[in-house]
């Protein structure tokens, strides 16, 4: 006999974020909803965008680690699958980003793919599971050494998590 599966086998995906696309204003340069890691300058963009009309502006004033997205302020469940999608431009060259996904406790539960960013939208993609033990207060962000100098725009962040299909029958 045949084996005759029904339903609907599509994954489900849910936004995570609020104001990844930097749509939905900004406070002290700052976009709504993202952090300003680490003392560098954050500005408002409107003309190096990806979509709409701004984007968020990173102009390092140190030579360390540059982030860019949402810090303390994401709450991800042990053992789900994420989709992230984020925008990237380097005015300062090409550089190295990657993901970061950190745990409550600013443990690294996952690093990305390195890929390289120049002068022009570079998008860059990942998914993951998350397996940290603390799911409050985790941080989503794309990370660059920077120099003193450098200038990042970032736009068009999404977190999706990802839910499979639970309606089928055999």
Do not use: M
């Amino acid at each position: 006999p045949d084996l005759i599966i029904n339903g609907d086998f599509t994954s489900t995906y849910t936004e995570i974020l609020s104001n990844g696309d930097c749509e939905s204003g900004f406070t002290g340069g700052v976009a709504n909803g993202w952090t300003d890691f680490y003392a560098h300058t954050f500005e408002e963009e409107n003309s190096i965008i990806n979509n709409g009309s701004a984007s968020q502006k990173i102009t390092a004033t140190s030579t360390s680690s540059l982030y860019g997205g949402f810090g303390d302020s994401i709450t991800l469940e042990q053992g789900k699958e994420y989709q992230f999608s984020g925008w990237c431009y380097s005015a300062t060259g090409s550089r190295d980003f990657f993901l970061v996904v950190r745990d409550g406790t600013n443990t690294t539960d996952f690093a990305g793919t390195t890929v390289s960013v120049g002068a022009g939208w570079t998008e860059i993609s990942e998914t993951f599971t998350f397996s940290g033990t603390t799911a409050n207060n985790c941080d989503v962000f794309l990370k660059v050494s920077a120099t003193n100098g450098d200038e990042y725009y970032f736009d068009d962040f999404s977190l999706e998590l990802i839910e499979p299909p639970t309606e089928w029958t055999v």
